[in-house]
């Protein structure tokens, strides 16, 4: 099979050393991937370049896919979020975040299986932040009928090509009567094409208090951009961690595939980050393009990898997030060990 060619972003803080042990595994499932490799956040900067260089973007743009490891954003000062600009600038309107309870992880919870899709493009994350006059700053939250139908949209096609029997929505609409009112009138409208699929509306303080109580009572969740990016912690924290939940920035062009969590800069530079979220991401990817061009190659080395990780997991053998002693490199050795070579 002929070789595809694929950006990869390395990222901050711990990105190096998890997108390392990520390649050594692709390699091994015998998946034919050519990395592109391209700078993105501080790594850039430090090359005098800007934090999302015009080569990375072009790059995206001529390769159609990326796997992306965690950019850094200074807090409450300096630069706009690298993450941010790159799903705006390329339309990534649709985060897809399935989150489920792994064999061998013990949690307390077992039964989760949750899709997380947020909207990746507006809400409060537009950057429209002022300083009204000293002592006075305001934040604007942007909410659009087209931004709120689409991602309604895809979320409904996901839920129904997957299976999925329920969508739920989490909102604000009580009090942000405009913006969450749009988001949840377009749902619902949406929701009018798909009988087959349970629809519901969640204010989101209750939505929260019932993810805790009883996750596997939700099925899909559909949100807002900030309410996406929290919930998506949330429900890592339902079944192990940051270190077990993976994702996706699709648009119409392109696909940008990274795991939810950050960079980790307390524990950057160690050998501990668990490399799996990543390497899960890496793994929806290979599944993207075997749906999306036809390269079926892909979906055997993705199965080829699950399994390698799941009897990782299920022999104990992991990093120390999830009580195993192993560091991040070690860990994907123990996966292309597992391999099916
Ligand atoms: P974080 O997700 O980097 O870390 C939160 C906690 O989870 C930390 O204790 C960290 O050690 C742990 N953790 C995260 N990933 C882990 C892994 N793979 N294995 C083991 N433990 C892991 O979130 P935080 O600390 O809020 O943000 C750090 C930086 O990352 C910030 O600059 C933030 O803006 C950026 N960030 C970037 C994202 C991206 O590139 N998509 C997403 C979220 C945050």
Not at 11 to 35: L, M, R, Y
Request: proline share 3%; charged share 25%; glycine share 10%.
């Amino acid at each position: 099979m002929e070789k595809r060619k694929i950006v990869l972003i390395p990222g901050d803080g711990i990105g190096p050393n998890i997108t390392t042990a990520v390649k050594k595994v692709i390699k091994a499932s015998g998946a034919e991937i050519e990395w592109i490799e391209r700078k993105a956040g501080l790594g850039a900067l430090e090359e005098d370049e800007d934090v999302l260089p015009e080569k990375t973007l072009d790059a995206i743009k001529e390769h159609k896919v990326a796997l992306k490891g965690p950019c850094t954003t200074p807090i409450g000062e300096g630069f706009t979020s690298v993450n941010v600009q790159l799903r705006k600038v390329l339309d990534l309107y649709a985060a897809v975040r399935p989150v489920r309870n792994l064999s061998g992880v013990n949690t307390r919870f077992s039964g989760v299986d949750l899709a997380v899709i947020r909207e990746n493009t507006e809400g409060l994350y537009s950057g429209v932040e002022n300083t009204i006059t000293p002592g006075v700053v305001m934040s604007m939250k942007v909410a659009t009928e087209k931004a709120c139908y689409r991602i309604s949209k895809w979320a409904f096609e996901y839920a129904r090509h997957r299976g999925r029997r329920k969508v739920s929505v989490f909102h604000k609409a009580n009090i942000m009567k405009l913006t969450d009112g749009l988001f949840i009138r377009k749902s619902r409208e949406v929701s009018l094409d798909y009988k087959d699929i349970e629809y519901e509306e969640i204010i989101i303080d209750a939505g929260c208090m019932k993810l805790v109580q009883d996750p596997g009572r939700f099925d899909v969740l559909l949100l807002e951009n900030l309410y996406g990016d929290l919930i998506s912690d949330l429900s890592a924290g339902l079944v192990g961690g940051l270190g077990v939940v993976p994702g996706a920035n699709i648009g119409e062009r392109e696909a940008v595939f990274e795991a939810v969590h950050g960079s980790a800069p307390d524990i950057a530079g160690k050998n501990i980050a668990n490399p799996l979220a990543l390497l899960m991401s890496a793994v929806m990817m290979l599944n993207h393009l075997a749906d999306t061009e036809d390269r079926e190659d892909f979906r055997a080395s993705g199965e080829n990898i699950k399994q390698a990780y799941n009897t990782a997991l299920e022999e104990g053998l992991t990093t120390r997030d999830l009580g195993g002693s192993l560091g991040t490199q070690e860990f994907a050795d123990v996966i292309v060990k597992n391999m099916d070579n």
